[in-house]
T-cell receptor, first 111, second 111 residues
Framework: DTGVTQSPTHLIKTRGQQVTLRCSPI?????VSWYQQVLGQGPQFIFQ???????GRGNFPDRFSARQFPNYSSELNVNALLLGDSALYLC??????????FGPGTRLTVL | GQNIDQPTEMTATEGAIVQINCTYQ??????LFWYQQHAGEAPTFLSY????GLEEKGRFSSFLSRSKGYSYLLLKELQMKDSASYLC????????????FGPGTRLSVLP
């Protein structure tokens, strides 16, 4: 049984660039959530998508956007990268409103 | 607003028992979760409480008091592999049933 997968594993960008992170949920799960985890802190909620519609949004600027595809995979886009965007980006899937299962994350470094 | 508090660091000895406390203030409480996160890895689910009381799961137990906004995670018969960060998270209806995470407690188990 395949868990949540994310790509890429690591990414290095420079300030001002744009980045796209990808997530594939567990088979049968229709909900995908994105979290940002800065080193030494707990994850911070960014977005949730369920059945391709945005169900929740955290306190992040409009530079952050996301979408969900018909196969329930998801992309997180971040524009105009800042140094402070350096973090581990976690994707979590769930069948609905229950327990969330986390992927391995994408570590983004902004130079 | 939402606020979750945990001790930053704890140290315990192999074979001992340790209790990690979590206090929370959220407007749309709908369950409390504990996750374990080893360095550089994704969080993995440990336990879930939605009603007051104790939930036991092998060496791990979790307690919840909704009236006090308080939970703890109890780890028994500590092993070296239990060295990790432990994240307290509240599922919040005001965030589309997504999780508000605490800062995490870094536990070091010493021989």
């Amino acid at each position: 049984d395949t868990g949540v997968t994310q790509s890429p594993t690591h990414l290095i960008k420079t300030r001002g660039q744009q980045v796209t992170l990808r997530c594939s949920p567990i088979s049968g799960h229709k909900s995908v959530s994105w979290y940002q985890q800065v080193l030494g802190q707990g994850p911070q909620f960014i977005f949730q998508y369920y059945e391709k519609e945005e169900r929740g949004r955290g306190n992040f600027p409009d530079r952050f956007s996301a979408r969900q595809f018909p196969n329930y995979s998801s992309e997180l886009n971040v524009n105009a990268l800042l140094l402070g965007d350096s973090a581990l980006y976690l994707c979590a899937s769930s069948p609905g409103a229950g327990e969330q299962f986390f992927g391995p994350g994408t570590r983004l470094t902004v130079l | 607003g939402q606020n979750i508090d945990q001790p930053t660091e704890m140290t315990a000895t192999e074979g001992a028992i340790v209790q990690i406390n979590c206090t929370y203030q959220t407007s749309g409480f709908n369950g409390l979760f504990w996750y374990q996160q080893h360095a550089g890895e994704a969080p993995t689910f440990l336990s879930y409480n939605v009603l007051d009381g104790l939930e036991e799961k092998g060496r791990f137990s979790s307690f919840l008091s909704r009236s006090k906004g308080y939970s703890y995670l109890l780890l028994k018969e500590l092993q070296m592999k239990d060295s990790a960060s432990y994240l307290c998270a509240v599922r919040d209806e005001d965030y589309g049933q997504n999780f508000v995470f605490g800062p995490g407690t870094r536990l070091s188990v010493l021989p």
